[in-house]
């Protein structure tokens, strides 16, 4: 469920484009098969030629007037009313016999001059002044009539008036100067210019300008391999690109291009799921290191979705290398790379930056892992983040000059957007003790703080037990060597070493390392002895568990005695009660045994070095036989049988521990005696 849940929400984030299937840029050499054109494609005009075309087309787009009947009508309206008013008043003063004689043909003649200036169309000396020349044309709207005119052909409200002045004494009318006075202040411009339709015919010469400019047959060649990219061909591979594209939103669905997607994400995890099935079952079982481990590619999908989105951010500036950093804390360097390359080839799908982003994002990734990122030392942690700095630069610069570029033809904003993403790594830090917590993993900077040896607990061992806190400083010594030299998680064995024994905290009298006077165990049957012994693990985990500790190292204090018996208090109990083997379990710890590295090596340390106190001045001969009898008495007993410690690195720990006890008890060669003369 976690599977499918992780690829339904990465496909979700790509359910309307797909990449064109192939790479290329003007000069390079064509690295692919024979391209043949699938079907026919129009070839697009160059850019810079389509937009002079667009500009072209613009610029010889008229402007647009558009007639207002209103302002005739008006003026008509007007000067039939005073019209009337004047020839009230002649005829009340009888002082113009010509108007009084033909009243009705000045009146229609008032009306013609009228007609045929607003006819021909009044424009603002603004706007006639504004344009280029007399010939200038632009386009008018009178009504349903549309008309390409030049300027020349209208007039202004001065030439009106300059117009009826020239002609209207010219007429046979018997008193033109009384039109004169009725017309000239009705004469006001009646075509007006109009944007908004200035503006609907540009788009309209935009819209009739053609993108393409030749066509590729279907199953013509397009580029050989091997052959250059032409300035030609990198038209002809734009206009395939831009149909494909084109194809894709119409002849696709939703759930086509879903279902494809989909399957390729699927695809991925359920590699991740396989690997970790065979390789690392443990975290397969575990819900939350799943949900941790499939937290990274969606969160990375829905951050590059977004970036690659959003205008003006560069994919770049992703800090990937933060996934590697974080799961190598928690699990190992494999597990981590593995997870590093399933987030980068899922990226690789939402962004369009191609093999470039790949190539260099799986690289730091591994990086980052042969480095090994140490965040616990700052130091070291900033030099590797420049080393992880140079490495991109000088690999983005390489793959450049490969695909046949120069210094000159370098991206140098895109090696800030990578400064910029070395920069963000520094987020892997806080987010280590965030995930801790929300996952309840431990990291090795939790490691670090639980070994002081101030804290509270192992204080109050070495106060209350110093005997005890002895021992488990030798033992934390011996695991942590062993665990070294076999590849192990030191600081881990070694913490919990220290902790390991703090069950002897509540009777530490019981235990001989403590014990300065008579031994308590005299006054007390086998089976009260053997149950106070064993008790120190069931205490241990108790107090480990209110005072906070980690379940990991709460695992350490279940298993450092596995299932093994408190065998002096056994044989002491099957000496007295000859039919007492049945309550065999009654002396033994309750387990579970041991399965990881860790936990194994913690054991045998704990047995060995407990053990080899009890050797008073061993020779080395009898240290080494006594540390074989220990570990081999641990294998023949069963308490490795879950153990994922192998035999070669059970040897390697034998050698390792005995190096050190040898040390640590003094063992010297014993010399032959000198023969008397």
């Known amino acids: 469920m976690l599977g499918l849940s992780a690829v339904a929400i990465i496909s979700l984030l790509y359910p309307d484009r797909l990449k064109f299937p192939f790479e290329f840029e003007r000069g390079q050499i064509w690295r692919y098969e024979d391209l043949r054109a699938p079907y026919d494609i129009p070839i697009l005009k160059p850019g810079d030629q389509f937009r002079i075309d667009v500009e072209n087309a613009v610029a010889s787009s008229n402007p647009v007037y558009v007639f207002d009947p209103t302002v005739a009508r008006t003026a008509r309206e007007a000067f039939l009313s005073q019209f009337a008013v004047e020839l009230d008043s002649a005829r009340s003063r009888a002082d113009n016999p010509d108007l009084l004689r033909q009243p009705e043909r000045h009146r229609r003649y008032g009306l013609r001059v009228l007609d045929k200036l607003y006819g021909q169309g009044i424009i603002m000396a603004r706007d006639k002044d504004e344009m280029n020349g007399m010939e200038t044309v632009i386009t008018t709207i009178n009504g349903s009539e549309q008309k390409d005119r030049t ?72 580029i050989r391999q091997g052959d250059r990219v032409t300035e030609d061909i990198h038209q002809k591979l734009l206009s395939y690109q831009d149909v494909y594209q084109s194809n894709l939103q119409t002849d696709r669905s939703f759930w086509s291009i879903f279902g494809g997607f989909a399957i390729q994400v699927a695809l991925v995890l359920g590699l991740l799921f396989l690997y970790l099935r065979r390789f690392f079952p443990r975290v397969y079982s575990r819900a939350s290191s799943l949900i941790l481990l499939l937290m990274w590619p969606v969160l990375y999908a829905l951050l590059v979705r977004t970036v690659d989105a959003t205008i003006g951010i560069s994919p770049w500036l992703i800090p990937f290398c933060i996934v590697p950093m974080v799961i190598r804390i928690f699990f190992t360097e494999r597990l981590a790379f593995f997870v590093h390359v399933v987030v980068v080839l899922i990226a690789s799908f939402l962004t369009s930056l191609g093999f470039t982003f790949t190539f260099l994002s799986i690289m730091a990734g591994a990086v980052v892992i042969v480095m090994d990122v140490e965040t616990r030392d700052m130091g070291r942690y900033f030099r590797s983040l420049l080393v992880l700095f140079a490495f991109y630069c000088i690999g983005y610069i390489g793959l450049e000059l490969l695909r046949g570029g120069t210094w ?59 005997g005890t806190w002895q021992h488990s400083l030798n033992v934390a010594n011996l695991s942590e060597q062993a665990a070294r030299a076999i590849g192990a998680d030191a600081l881990l064995v070694k913490t919990a070493a220290l902790y390991h024994d703090i069950g002897k905290i509540k009777n530490p009298g019981y235990f001989i390392e403590n014990q300065n006077g008579p031994n308590p165990h005299d006054k007390l049957g086998p089976k009260e002895s053997a149950k106070i012994i064993i008790s120190h693990v069931t205490d241990g985990v108790a107090m480990a568990s209110k005072a906070g500790l980690p379940p990991v190292i709460i695992d350490f204090i279940r298993t450092h005695h596995g299932k093994t018996r408190t065998e002096y208090f056994y044989r002491t109990y099957v000496k007295d009660n000859p039919a007492g083997e049945a309550e065999e379990a009654t002396f033994r710890y ?78 010297r060669i014993a010399y032959p005696k000198k023969e008397e003369e």
């Open 590 to 667: 309750p387990g579970p045994l041991p399965i990881t590295k860790e936990q194994t090596i913690l054991m045998i340390a704990d047995s060995v070095e407990a053990a080899s106190k009890s050797l008073k001045s061993p020779t080395e001969e009898e240290l080494y036989s006594f540390i074989d009898k220990i570990i081999d008495g641990k294998l023949l007993s069963g308490q490795l049988e879950e153990s994922n410690l192998s035999f070669s690195e059970l040897e390697v720990c034998r050698k390792t521990f005995k190096t050190i006890l040898k040390s640590a008890n003094h063992v």
């Open 408 to 466: 000159r033809t370098v991206d140098y904003l895109t090696l800030g957007w990578i400064g910029a993403n070395v920069f963000l790594v520094l987020l892997a830090h806080p987010l280590i003790p965030l995930i801790e917590r929300i996952f309840g993993f431990t990291s090795p900077i939790t490691l670090s703080e639980l070994s002081d040896m101030n804290r509270p607990l192992l204080e109050k061992l070495a106060r209350q037990a110093a």
């Open 151 to 222: 300027i020349a052909q209208f007039y202004t409200p001065g030439d009106a008036v300059q117009w009826l002045e020239d002609s209207l004494f010219y007429t046979d009318l018997k008193s033109p100067e009384f039109l004169l006075g009725l017309l000239e202040d009705k004469l006001e411009h009646n075509v007006f210019y109009n944007d908004s339709l200035t503006n609907r015919f540009q788009a309209m010469a935009r819209d009739r300008v053609g993108k393409y400019d030749g066509l590729v047959r279907e199953r013509d060649l397009i």
